[in-house]
């Protein structure tokens, strides 16, 4: 077959603070053809997700730091070009961890196939991904319940947007924060949230008071910071807390001092899980069942920014850090 050439994003140094374009290159390769039991693929779609900045530095945590000089990687999902696999044909849509490039051979266990009769295959990115099932996830980790009041931050996000969602379809009340007026509306009015607030125009323990005066069950953290500590004091008695992520502080320099109401959690007897969707994927058909019905019931709905080109994969990562994203953020390839 003809020579393929692929352009990928390469970690140029390692970010001090905020990403900046520097920290980033555009690398063309030559793609070579698939040895036996390899598969070539072309990306459609890739994923950026806020997660990927902590990869950026050169520090232990929960998944491996990305290496300087070499490709990224993410949640991507394209379509079988070439197949030296049994499990594999010509067409067939899949998706891998292989994203930040355009075209990649991988051998057949690094790639799972997808049905094409979800359009658009991005959902495999947002509802029925990674996000979508983190959403999920959390309200089973600390059993959500039917008449609970449920407190969102960074509500419009991918994560946020469909755990709002979630508990609303459970029969909770749900309460979200966001960044903006436009995303206070998205929230209220397509995705159905009772009440939705803009935590940067005013105190966000006063607009979280006045949304749930009687306190709420259930803190969905996406954000940490501000936002954690006034959960804190909202929560009632026997509250829980699921601790998803921290995007507030993902680019500090230094470690931020912790809430100063952390005592609430002993006084209150509340409950505090950490998250971290990698442990949940034996329940993946599972949850991909039930997500997968609300959406073509149309009761969840799945809201993305698309952005078009390998060469704005960048610019849309940092734009998460900006707000500039209502729910997920993709990157079309193809």
């Excluded at 849509?93 to 997808?114: I, K, Q």
């Excluded at 306190?215 to 954000?223: A, E, L, M, R, T």
Aim: charged letters at 20%; hydrophobic letters at 45%; proline letters at 4%.
């Amino acid at each position: 077959m003809t020579q393929i050439t692929s352009h990928e994003i390469r970690l140029a140094s390692r970010p001090t603070g905020r990403p900046s374009a520097d920290n980033f290159s555009l690398a063309q390769v030559a793609i070579e053809p698939p040895d036996d039991g390899h598969v070539l693929v072309r990306n459609l779609f890739m994923s950026v997700d806020p997660y990927m900045r902590g990869r950026m530095n050169d520090t232990a945590s929960y998944v491996a730091p990305f290496e300087l000089g070499e490709p990224l990687a993410g949640g991507a999902v394209g379509e079988v070009v070439e197949s030296r696999a049994n499990a594999f044909k010509p067409g067939d849509a899949v998706v891998s961890n292989c994203g930040w490039r355009e075209y990649f051979v991988a051998s057949a266990n690094e790639l799972r196939t997808v049905s094409r009769d979800v359009r658009p295959l991005s959902l495999y990115l947002g509802a029925l991904g990674m996000p979508g099932m983190t959403a999920w996830a959390g309200w089973q980790l600390v059993g959500v319940k039917a008449g609970e009041t449920v407190f969102v931050s960074a509500a419009a996000g991918a994560v946020g947007h469909v755990a709002g969602q979630l508990a609303r379809l459970y029969g909770c009340r749900v309460i979200g924060s966001a960044g903006s007026a436009a995303k206070v509306l998205f929230l209220r009015e397509e995705c159905g949230f009772d009440s939705a607030f803009n935590y940067k125009v005013g105190s966000i323990l006063d607009q979280l008071k006045s949304a749930a005066p009687d306190g709420i069950d259930v803190y969905f953290d996406n954000v940490a910071g501000a936002t954690l500590e006034a959960a804190l004091s909202a929560l009632r008695v026997h509250g829980r807390i699921i601790a998803c992520g921290g995007i507030s502080a993902y680019n500090d320099q230094k470690p931020r001092r912790g809430p100063s109401n952390l005592f609430n959690i002993t006084t209150k007897r509340l409950t505090m899980k950490g998250l971290i969707i990698t442990d949940w994927l034996d329940r993946q058909a599972e949850f991909q069942h039930e997500v997968g019905g609300y959406l073509r019931a149309g009761t969840l709905k799945s809201r993305e920014t698309v952005v078009n080109g390998i060469e704005q994969a960048v610019s849309a990562f940092i734009g998460l850090f900006d707000g500039t994203n209502v729910g997920k953020m993709v990157v079309k390839l193809a």
